[in-house]
């Protein structure tokens, strides 16, 4: 399954850190031979101060050489900049600890800037040293203590680019210490402010993982850039909150974020794909009292998704995108029980989607089980076992319960004595129709209207372009 991998794919969009959880998890569903992983690892910890773990690494990939002297000598040098960085850092923090001015702090960050440096002499270069120590902190898998002293540093400071990359270094920080919904709450702002900063170019950049470290010029490109890499970050959050799959959902099918994935990363269909599927009602998700309200565009997720499937089929397939093909568009449902299979191995493998294997499996045959229905009137349940890559006696079991706990059951009529399924459904009212195709037409034109005026507007090029911020979590 090397070659449905989107490992290597969706690793250049991300820093170090959050790479080396996607490189454990190849070792583990041993994918790729274990001793190529292990030279990537490597590769990557070097570049940071994680200096035992890549001296470990070292000595596993090479049992028979001596560490290089320069992991000790980096050691020193990392222990004597800690030193210096955290003294600056724990000078601001006595200041802004003080319950007096955290007391007299205002929502306005020139007021608070201004008020610190009147009655404590603290300019924005010192406030600085928290954005250092926490990057530093960062570098060396402290990932919580990164988190608290960038967000200090990002309450005060008043510089955009320093506090964009203090944004992306403490999402960064969250989703390695598993703080879903902080990360989630990150994320939201993290996308605000790239949103609201089309005039500026700013993108994150990775040193030594493959991708270009040159910012872009043009600040659409820049914005472009900067959303690619949040949809890759944010895999994290939303394969990992309760709610992160409808979350997905109502940020991807957007068209801002649904014409970046068009765009600029279109495997990112294969998550937005089987974040559809699993977002089917299955019998044991109507059951559940925990089920979260659906809005209109999550409810028709998997049809919209097949539109841009089959729209965008031409540069990016894999075995989740193409069963819903055959499923929805081609009516195959051979080739679907085929796709099924294959998907079914892909979602195993997928460092994202492997959690989610049992769900991914039951809302898929709910899918088939809903489009056999729909076109055909006299079901064998045998047949459509089959069609479920399902045992005769677990299908029928499967199939009845199905029918019972779902909305299918007011068209459908179960004969076991014959064991076939009845379909009874009343025509559909031509009006009907008409609604269903045009639903949601305002809202594309008004959507289409706002992205001619922003390319109208990106088109006049701006008088200067401040350098693109660096995320704090380059190493």
């Known amino acids: 399954m090397a070659e449905s991998d989107l490992s290597k794919t969706i690793i250049p969009y991300l820093d170090r850190h959050l790479s080396f959880p996607l490189l454990a998890h190849l070792v583990e569903t041993g994918v790729f031979p274990a001793d190529e992983v292990q030279v990537a690892q490597y590769e990557l910890a070097k570049g940071t101060n994680m200096f035992d773990y890549a001296a470990s690494l070292f000595q596993q990939i090479y049992p028979n050489q001596e560490v290089p002297q320069e992991f000790e000598q980096k050691r020193e040098n990392a222990v004597s900049t800690h030193e210096r960085l955290q003294q600056e850092a724990q000078a601001v923090l006595d200041v802004i600890e003080n319950p007096d001015v955290a007391q007299a702090l205002r929502q306005d960050k020139n007021q608070n800037l201004q008020y610190l440096k009147d009655n404590y002499n603290l300019t924005l270069d010192q406030i600085t040293a928290l954005y250092n120590f926490g990057k530093f902190q960062y570098s060396y898998g402290n990932y919580s203590g990164a988190a608290d002293y960038l967000y200090h540093f990002r309450v005060l400071s008043t510089d955009p680019d320093l506090t964009i990359s203090a944004h992306w270094g403490k999402l960064a920080s969250d989703i390695l210490t598993g703080k879903w919904d902080v990360a989630l709450e990150e994320l939201n702002s993290l996308r605000e402010a790239i949103d609201s900063r089309s005039p500026a170019p700013f993108a994150p950049t990775v040193t030594g993982s493959g991708s270009n470290s040159t910012p872009p010029i043009d600040p659409a490109l820049g914005q472009l850039h900067s959303r690619t890499w949040l949809v890759h970050w944010s895999l994290f959050v939303y394969f990992n909150h309760p709610q992160g799959r409808v979350l997905l959902l109502e940020t991807f099918l957007s068209p801002t974020y649904l014409n970046t994935i068009q765009t600029a990363c279109p495997w990112i269909l294969r998550y937005v794909a089987a974040a559809a599927i699993i977002s089917t009602p299955t019998p044991s998700s109507s059951n559940s009292s925990s089920s979260v309200p659906q809005s209109s565009r999550v409810k028709n997720a998997v049809r919209e998704v097949v539109k841009v499937i089959q729209m965008e089929n031409y540069q990016y397939t894999d075995p989740v995108t193409e069963f819903l093909m055959q499923l929805h568009v081609e009516f195959d449902f051979e080739a679907a029980q085929k796709e099924l299979q294959k998907a079914e191995k892909v979602v195993t493998d997928d460092f994202f989607l ?42 029928e079991k499967w199939i009845v319960n199905l029918i019972r706990e779902t909305r299918m059951g007011q068209d459908a009529k179960i004969d076991l004595e014959k064991n076939l399924i009845q379909i009874s459904r009343p025509p559909q009212p031509i009006y009907q129709s008409v609604i269903e195709k045009t639903r949601g037409l305002a809202i594309r034109t008004q959507a289409l209207g706002a992205a001619i005026t922003r390319t109208n507007a990106a088109a006049v090029p701006p008088a200067s372009a401040p350098p693109a911020a660096q995320p704090v979590a380059v190493s």
Do not use: K, M, T, W
């Not at 991914?360 to 729909?374: G, T």
């Not at 076109?375 to 076992?385: F, Y």
């Open 354 to 395: 492997g959690d989610f294997h049992d769900e991914f499996l039951e809302s898929a045959r709910c899918l088939v089980s809903e489009a056999y229905c729909r076109i055909h009137q006299r079901i064998d349940i045998s047949d459509l076992s089959d069609r479920l890559n399902l045992p005769r006696d677990e299908g």
